[in-house]
């Protein structure tokens, strides 16, 4: 499928979020996987491209809290859709940790996350947010992950993120991290580099591709 082809899709996927539209958003996403049947590829190239430009619209108070909220519940119910066909038949006996960083209100994209890991064959325990910093850490200690991935949504919240590493580094120090999200988009390399030793992973191609790799070398 070509670009220009998502972009299409993407288009009218959040035209019909801004509407509050469910039953339009679902009809275009089973018409997207008729035509190209990548669950990857449909968050990738629509879902979070449509949920990016809504974000962007709330930030420039173009659209109002309310319409934000919408359009997040109705491609988070999607997401729920989905999930049965997206759980591999192969397991590898792998765990992780899903979660977004403390004072977050977004979990769509942690919620995608979780989702290719289930599709690579891993066991996920998808916190979502408002998960206090010393939840998530006896959670940790209770469930033994392979792997911890975190969510920066909001550029405001990294402070906490730096907080959230500091607590799981002290219990954890060989766990493995993870770190994604749209907030990256406006972090400096100079402040990636004091979140110390994690995985920077800033889509689900290489999100996907690492899995991949783990999977083959574990």
């Not at 990548?38 to 420039?60: D, M, N, P």
């Not at 290719?116 to 998808?126: A, L, Q």
Request: aromatic fraction near 10%.
């Amino acid at each position: 499928m070509n670009q220009s082809t998502c972009e299409n899709f993407a288009n009218d996927f959040l035209e019909n979020l801004l509407q509050g539209n469910r039953i339009a958003c679902s009809d275009i996403t089973r018409k997207y996987l008729s035509l190209y049947p990548s669950i990857t590829q449909l968050y990738e190239e629509v879902f979070k491209e449509a949920l990016y430009e809504v974000g962007r619209l709330w930030e420039t108070n173009k659209i109002s809290v309310a319409t934000e909220h919408i359009a997040t519940a109705i491609t988070e119910g999607i997401l729920n859709e989905l999930f049965e066909q997206l759980i591999s038949k192969t397991r590898y006996n792998k765990k992780v940790v899903v979660a977004c960083v403390d004072n977050e209100l977004h979990q769509v994209g942690i919620k995608m996350v979780a989702d290719v890991f289930e599709m690579k064959g891993w066991e996920t325990f998808f916190l979502g947010t408002g998960i206090p910093n010393i939840e998530l850490v006896r959670f940790i200690h209770e469930i033994q992950p392979d792997l911890l991935a975190i969510s920066l949504s909001v550029y405001f919240n990294f402070t906490n993120l730096l907080t959230m590493l500091e607590m799981v580094r002290k219990e954890f120090p060989e766990l493995l991290i993870i770190i994604g999200g749209q907030a990256f988009k406006h972090v400096s390399d100079e402040l990636i580099d004091r979140l110390g030793n994690v995985i920077l992973l800033t889509d689900l191609y290489l999100l996907g591709n690492f899995i991949e790799t783990y999977n083959k070398h574990s």
